[in-house]
């Protein structure tokens, strides 16, 4: 690509797939809220507020493709989770619709479907059942994907991240784990795919717990390289949580289990 935006670029993931997509777009366009670094030999940096539609059509503008990362990735209020996850997503969408139509690659969530039980494994027909109101924010993401591809064509992969961390950090991770590595991976497949019509795809690498079926995607050709193994007589040698308790009883951990974020203020 000549020209690849990646919202949300001060964050943990937009500060590792900086690096990772570097060499995937003639110029990468960064662009956040919060301050970033100078802008690299290929890079350009935009601070912007992802809620603010005019500042999301400047950002979207000259772009082949797009990386939405951008918004509160953590349970927040209504009114936060408002402002930067709906009306972010919505304004990403709407963007790419008045400029060019780019292939958007969507930084959903497992928490979109955290309230399934763990013994059930899911797949692309499994119903939403969001553990949060951040988690209600990227099922919402997801069917704004839908309305685009299916009224105006904008082709995307929402992809349902696990748990991206430089390591797994608790015994759940074991099977919700994504390296960057892979997460990086799967975002070349997502932009060098023909075409990708409007697909979810699950956020986990290469883990010997899989509770989590991407079969419907196999068009991508995206194989997860790592895997969680290494670190698994680490994590199980932890004090365990009750078996019914709603962290381990449930898909989204600790999401499911916490209360109504609304409450706690």
């Avoid at 109101?133 to 309305?147: D, I, P, Q």
């Avoid at 950090?169 to 795919?193: C, E, H, P, Q, Y």
Wanted: glycine content about 10%.
């Amino acid at each position: 690509m000549e020209r690849l935006l990646i919202t949300g670029a001060a964050g943990m993931l937009g500060t590792g797939l900086r690096q990772e997509l570097a060499s995937n777009a003639t110029t990468l366009r960064l662009s956040d809220i919060e301050p970033m670094p100078p802008a690299g030999p290929n890079e350009e940096v935009i601070e912007a507020d992802i809620g603010d539609l005019p500042a999301v059509c400047g950002l979207v503008d000259g772009c082949q493709g797009v990386v939405h990362l951008g918004g509160i990735s953590r349970e927040n209020t209504f009114e936060t989770v408002l402002h930067a996850n709906l009306r972010g997503v919505y304004n990403v969408f709407e963007a790419a619709r008045r400029h060019g139509r780019p292939r958007i690659f969507f930084a959903s969530s497992n928490h979109a479907i955290g309230f399934h039980e763990r013994e059930n494994r899911l797949d692309r027909s499994s119903a939403y059942r969001p553990d949060s109101l951040y988690g209600l924010s990227k099922a919402y993401g997801e069917l704004m994907a839908r309305y685009y591809f299916d009224k105006f064509g904008i082709e995307s992969v929402s992809v349902r991240i696990g748990s991206c961390f430089p390591k797994p950090m608790d015994r759940r991770m074991l099977a919700t784990w994504m390296s960057l590595g892979d997460l990086a991976a799967l975002i070349r497949k997502v932009f060098d795919a023909p075409r990708v019509g409007c697909t979810m795809v699950y956020g986990a690498s290469d883990n010997a717990e899989k509770w989590w079926d991407n079969g419907h995607a196999g068009f991508l050709g995206w194989q997860p390289q790592d895997t969680s193994e290494p670190w698994r007589a680490e994590l199980e040698a932890l004090p365990p949580m009750p078996f019914d308790h709603p962290a381990v009883r449930f898909h989204g951990g600790g999401f499911a289990a916490a209360g109504h974020f609304e409450d706690e203020e």
